[in-house]
Nanobody, 129 residues
């Protein structure tokens, strides 16, 4: 069973940047669809960014496109989320989620549309105005 551990959250002023990491263990890294999600107070969890393990193709939600970058280091079994030009609306608990895509489905499809089965504990990002 895969385990996910997020790190890198904190308090930052608007316009600042943060880098989040998701360390993946317990299974073959490339077998899983992995993405970053966030949940703001009083709101549902939403997808932020997803990445294809095979070729690095990425997906971003409209709210973060152009400001966030998702990447992976297969040798380190780690997925990163670089966040720039942060806004107070980015304040949330950020989660790393993963699951094995069923045959024929892409990692990004699973990340965007399926309920993933494995989650980290989350890391809090607070952006002050």
């Amino acid at each position: 069973e895969v385990q996910l551990v997020e790190s890198g959250g904190g308090l930052v002023q608007a316009g600042g940047s943060l880098n989040l990491s998701c360390a993946v263990s317990g299974s073959t890294f490339g077998d899983y669809a992995i993405g970053w999600f966030r949940q703001a107070p009083g709101k549902e969890r939403e997808v932020v960014a997803c990445i294809e393990s095979s070729d690095g193709v990425t997906y971003y939600s409209d709210s973060v496109k152009g400001r966030f970058t998702i990447s992976s280091d297969n040798a380190k079994n780690t997925v990163y989320l670089q966040m720039y030009s942060l806004k107070p609306d980015d304040t949330a608990v950020y989660y790393c989620g993963a699951d094995r895509p069923a045959f024929g489905y892409s990692d990004i499809y699973y990340c965007r549309y399926r309920h993933l089965g494995f989650w980290g504990q989350g890391t809090l990002v607070t952006v002050s105005s």
